[in-house]
Every structure is written in C-alpha cells, then in structure tokens.
C-alpha cells in the first residue's frame, strides 16, 4: 500500500471506553426520528461502553422506493445527540455534498460505504472533497472481494492528506449460500493488515451476520483476530426499525454482548508465555520446512509422470487415479483426526498444482512439434 501521508495510531483520535474492553462505535443503522435517535443515543451512552455513535442519514439503497435516508435534518440530530452525551458522532457520506454538510455540522468520523468503496470516482470525489480537512475517516471494505478496490480507496482518501484512516471489514457479497448476509473473507483483512500494519482495522459485525444471533460469533472472532474496534448498530426498537431491522441489537442487548466479549493480547504478558509461544513456533517452523521440502519432492515425481505421460501419449487427468487419491487420503485424514473440508481443500491444490506442471510438460511438446 502506497501512503503519501503517515497513519496515526487510532488511539489518536477514538479509545475504548475500558481498556479491558474493546473499542465500540455503536448506533443505528438509519437515523429516523429525532426521538429514536436520541433515545437510542442516551442509551448507549448510558451503558459507558461505547466511544463513538453511528448513524446512517443518506442511505444506499439496493432498490429505489426503500427508505434512503432521512437526510440532512438528521445532522442536527446528531448535534444534539453529540450535545447531550459527549458521544463523538459518524456518519456515511457518498459524495462532496455528503462531505461539506457534515462537516459544516460539526461530525467528528465519516466513513465511506461499501457501495461507495466500489467506485474509484466517487472515493476520489470524496477524497478531493476532504483536501485540507482534518478529520478521521473510515473506510469499508467493497461489497466484493477485491483487496486492490479495498487498497487504492485508502489510497486516495490518505492522498487528499486524511492521517486519521482506518478501514472496516463489513465483508463480502458472495453468490454462494451462506449463514452470513456477507462473507467475512477475514483473510481479505489479515493481507491488508499484512500490506499496511499501521492502518486499524475495525470489524462491523452486523452487516457481516445479517442477523442479530451470529453478532456474539463474529465480534469475539474480529476480536481474536487483533481488530482494533467493533462497529455494531443500536437501535432503540430493532423490530420496528426502517432498515435492516434484523441485524440491530437494543442498547441492552450490546450491553450485554460487551460483556461477554474476552479482549486477548496480541503479545505475550510474561516471558514464560513468551518463551513456551516461541518452542511451540518453533516446531511448527520446522514441520512447515519439512512440508515445503516434501512438496518439492513431490512436484519432480509429477514432472516425472509428465514426461511419460507425453511421451505415450496419455491425457493429463485419469479420473480415477484422482478419485482414488481423495479416497485414500480423506480416510487416512480421518483417522488422524484432520478436518475432511481441510484435507480435501489441500488435495485439491495440490492436484490442481500438478495438473499445472503437467499441461506446461505437455505443451511443450506441442510446441517442439
Ligand atoms: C451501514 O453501515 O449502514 C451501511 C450501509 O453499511 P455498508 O456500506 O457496509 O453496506
Ligand atoms: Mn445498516
């Protein structure tokens, strides 16, 4: 990741209400009357639990005739919200307009959608629109599994001078099924953890789940992972809510959610942990090297195969050696308590791998021809 301008720490500009407790940007989903936004507000500030308040006030929505926001009025109630609590506020902004009314209205965070992420136009409108503004913003990750689109909204929104950056993991549209609303990908976030180390990370478990129950799962796992914050949404009546009704908790309910949620250490506290973690790391660096090495063996073995394939004139793939390979080693895995789904998975690469050597052996005697 190119940064044209350094990161500061998230602690520079939003901190966990309880140090034992991780960070929480709470709120709801849509901001829909001064009353619900306010209640909604009072308690969650009431449960100090909580650093900053999120709202929704221009919704992007899938279709056209859903709720799209209250619009600008709901800055106002956030002012009051902000006035009466202390809680700093946040609020999704999509375009220039978006960018210069809230901070015209005094907001603290904006964040850039998932939707909007998608889009390098409007991440550079956005962008320009914060040239010599001094405000943190946070920035989804896109509705689809595109590290780079992740990566260069980021880029532009640090280009315009923004040093207050964090990015959110909201996860990924996904054609398959699944019990999640989106994929989490969380190895999406570990590479660009990788990439950039210095940039946050924040998880928002709620667009994630889709659903209230799997909230818990995922914000102790964004957790365990060394995300740096949570952003789940609040609302004062979830089933009464104008959008996405199923996935808010009630302020109590977060409340209680917080609670139950272990804050675990990145680094070892004391140096017996630190030297046992290190002879552990150390096996496992050994048995890694071992199976590179063998893998390696392996692949001049499939080479080996390759060139007698062609030169007898043998397709690369006989269904049934491969179906006998998965056989044998998914039951052997079994009995070596191995998850079948892993083994499977790794079969499948490593097949996939030597099918790979074998075409290229293959082809070059087509070319030789
Ligand atoms: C939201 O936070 O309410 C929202 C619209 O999220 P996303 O951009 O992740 O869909
Ligand atoms: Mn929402």
Known sequence: MKLSHPIEPLSNWLKPQNPNKPLIIAGPCSAETEEQLLVTARQLAQTGKVSALRAGIWKPRTRPGEFEGIGSIGLEWLKKAKAETGLPTTVEVANAKHVEEALAAGVDILWVGARSTVNPFTVQEIADALKGVNIPVMVKNPV?????????????????????????????????????????????????????????????????????????????KALDLDMQGLMIESHLDPSVAWTDAKQQLTPASLSDLIDHLTLRHADPQNAAVSDKLAELRKQIDKIDDQIIQKMAERMKIVEKIGEYKRDNDLTILQVNRWDEIIHKRADFAKALQLDLDFTTKLLELVHGESIRIQTNILNEKAEAK
Not at 161 to 185: D, V
Request: aromatic share 8%; hydrophobic share 40%; proline share 8%.
């Open 144 to 220: 689809n599994p595109d590290l780079s689109l992740w990566i260069g909204a980021l880029e532009r929104i640090n280009g315009a001078g923004i040093t207050k950056l964090a990015a959110i993991q909201r996860g990924f549209s996904s054609f398959e099924k699944s019990a999640f609303r989106n994929e989490p990908m969380w190895e999406l976030a570990i590479q660009l953890k990788t990439q950039c180390p210095e940039l946050p990370i924040i998880c928002d478990p709620s667009h994630i789940c889709g659903n209230r129950e799997l909230i818990p799962y995922i914000s102790q």
